[in-house]
């Protein structure tokens, strides 16, 4: 959530708000099983009552973390992901358009995961459910990996030319977008390695111009 839209919340809101940035920190850094709720309250500064009062329980906190997930990934690349979906749907893409496409979604996603503290945090959160599951996990995929891998693959197929639907075309998007997990999963040992403090700048060129010739290796250029 930006400082800007954290400015216009209500008190309830802004409490609210607090929790799910607790939730997510404590969640993505304990697991579901290993946060409590009084952990949680603690790292927002309110009471147990209060996250019952929003949430329920640690399951519902957790859901709505996920959920918070899904809605930040709407609002940065909703429209991006939306065009190309109606795009690859119409049956006339061809694949010059389709690879375009690709690069495009691309270059959001490896900005994306150099955004800001929030992008930071929910990929940290997203991490840990890829691994541990918890109850915001089908909400996930549901929501974001399901249609955003569907998406990818889809593409990959109409720019080497094939019908969308082929189980290679699925795993050449999971092998593409798991490489990313270079600067998320392993990002500690990527950058140790590399001899980098962070990801940015000419620095995330560079892992952006690398994702795309491997993704001229999918399509086959």
């Not at 607090?18 to 949680?40: N, S, Y």
């Not at 992901?81 to 495009?104: Q, Y």
């Not at 999963?185 to 980098?196: N, R």
Request: net charge neutral.
């Amino acid at each position: 959530m930006s400082r800007e839209t954290k400015s216009r919340l209500t008190p309830t809101e802004t409490t609210r708000a607090r929790i799910l940035e607790a939730g997510m920190r404590c969640f993505a850094r304990e697991g579901f099983a290993g946060a409590t709720t009084r952990m949680i309250a603690a790292e927002a500064g309110v009471t147990l009552p209060v996250i019952a009062y929003h949430f329920g329980n640690k399951e519902g906190l957790h859901r709505a973390c996920a959920q918070e997930i899904i809605e930040q990934y709407s609002r940065r690349l909703l429209p991006l992901v939306s065009a190309a979906r109606e795009a690859a749907n119409k049956g006339s893409l061809s694949a010059t358009e389709a690879r375009d496409w690709l690069d495009r979604i691309l270059d959001a996603l490896v900005k994306a995961l150099t955004a800001d503290a929030e992008q930071r945090l929910t990929t940290d959160f997203v991490l840990r459910e890829m691994s541990e599951q918890g109850p915001g996990y089908a909400l996930l995929f549901e929501g974001l990996w399901s249609p955003g891998i569907g998406l990818v693959a889809d593409l990959l197929a109409i720019a080497r030319k094939h019908r969308p639907g082929r189980e290679e075309e699925r795993a050449g998007a999971v092998m593409l977008l798991a490489s990313l997990s270079a600067f998320t999963t392993i990002e500690p040992v990527s950058l140790a390695v590399l001899g980098w403090e962070r990801l940015d700048g000419t620095r995330r060129d560079t892992v952006t111009a690398l994702a795309k010739r491997l993704l001229d290796g999918l399509v086959g250029r």
